[in-house]
């Protein structure tokens, strides 16, 4: 990857999250500990640089979808509103919009909604412009470290958060529609592959994405996981799953919308791995690829082991041998990648690959100069864009 570039002299501190605006300029935003926001061109010259007020880190920097001249920076329980183009101070200011420190950001498509991710683990929802508070969702029971709105729904809104769950809220109700435990699904997962001894991180919940279908999520863990949600028809959990992104946590999971089709996924963890994963073959994504991965259909119950062992005897007594055999050989190929991490299947592998070398704080998928392009935030000062390759 010798065409890294690096965008230096923008923070005098590390970087914690960058935006990207899809306005016609397509300009850039990073913001950084001590309250640092820096606005860049799609060249990575300065724009502009700013000291938000209070000192305190600037977590999440979020552009309107429907008013590019605006920029959202939370930094403590405040949210400013910046002019990107001329950043001298906030704009508006929407002071104890959380209740707690605000860890992330999220728009609406339509700009007229923010939502706001807190470490009480509420998550309140901020009309605009204005910034009044419509909602407040708590259903959390530690930091609420991410959140979503659904693309083409805007009253769908996804959070995730250390208490490992991800949860689906429907504006119009103060309780979930649905709330997935990772917990669940990793032991469910790991049942047949865990040996005496071994440590495995519990997955809570960095940072969630939605495809541009807005049906499609994906929830990047401290187990170094993806996880994967399908949503079907009335907004039920239809299909989940999960795939090993990170030989440490997951902390940045983004689905990149310019791509040949929407289901390609950029990911970032404290291993200093940057990877590019085609999903468009997943189970979860494609109900009809048999792939060899194990996909759980949701809702589940949780003690099914006894039941499972009679069914899948049953299925044993049903399946041709050569069938049975491959299946073998897929739960052994599981293990081995399980215990070592080189092995990895080719087809399951990301289609690119980056050491950074450094613990990923941010990413951000952006067509730069016409190029499609990662940003990347870690524990440095500068950002590093990597060009994504032709695909």
């Given at each position: ?25 397509g ?11 820096t ?28 008013a ?15 002019d ?24 609406s ?10 470490d ?47 949860m689906l ?15 669940d ?14 440590l ?25 996981r ?18 090993k ?28 791995q ?10 979860v ?12 259909a ?5 003690s ?10 049953q ?26 991490e ?9 289609k690119?690959?980056i ?5 990923v ?18 524990q440095s000062?500068?950002?590093?864009v ?6």
């Amino acid at each position: 990857m010798s065409m890294a570039r690096q965008w230096s002299e923008g923070h005098s501190t590390s970087i914690l999250c960058v935006g990207a605006s899809s306005g016609p300029e397509g300009l850039l935003a990073s913001g950084s500990e001590g309250g640092e926001v820096t606005v860049w061109s799609q060249e990575g010259t300065i724009v502009g640089r700013l000291a938000l007020p209070g000192e305190e880190d600037s977590t999440s920097v979020v552009f309107s979808p429907a008013a590019p001249g605006q920029l959202y920076v939370s930094h403590g329980d405040t949210v400013s509103v910046l002019d990107p183009r001329n950043l001298k101070g906030p704009v508006e200011q929407f002071q104890g919009a959380g209740e707690e420190e605000i860890n992330a950001l999220a728009l609406s498509d339509t700009g007229s909604a923010l939502a706001v991710a807190d470490d009480s683990g509420a998550v309140r929802v901020l009309e605009l412009p204005g910034g009044k508070v419509c909602r407040t969702l708590r259903r959390h029971t530690n930091i609420c470290s991410s959140v979503a709105f659904r693309p083409h729904r805007p009253n769908n809104l996804l959070s995730a958060g250390l208490d490992m769950q991800v949860m689906l809220w429907g504006l119009q109700k103060t309780r979930p529609l649905w709330t997935l435990n990772l917990q669940d699904v990793a032991e469910e997962e790991d049942d047949h592959q865990q040996r005496p001894g071994q440590l495995f991180n519990p997955p809570l919940a960095h940072c969630v994405t939605v495809a541009s279908c807005g049906n499609i999520l994906g929830c990047a863990a401290e187990d170094g996981r993806v996880h994967l949600m399908r949503i079907g028809s009335g907004s039920k959990l239809e299909q989940q799953g999960a795939f090993k992104a990170h030989s440490q946590g997951a902390s940045q999971a983004h689905f990149v919308s310019f791509l040949p089709h929407p289901y390609w996924l950029v990911t970032g963890g404290n291993d200093g791995q940057v990877a590019l994963w085609d999903l468009s073959k997943h189970p979860v994504v494609s109900p009809e690829a048999k792939a060899k991965s194990r996909v759980t259909a949701a809702p589940r119950r949780k003690s099914k082991s006894k039941a499972k062992r009679k069914e899948q005897s049953q299925d044993k007594a049903k399946t041709p041998p050569k069938a049975e055999a491959e299946k073998e050989e897929a739960e052994v190929e599981d293990e081995a990648a399980a215990g070592s991490e080189e092995v990895t299947e080719e087809k399951s592998g990301p289609k690119l690959s980056i050491s950074h070398g450094d613990k990923v704080n941010w990413l951000c998928p952006a067509v730069l100069k016409g190029e499609p392009s990662v940003v990347v935030a870690d524990q440095s000062s500068s950002l590093t864009v990597y060009p994504l390759p032709k695909l």
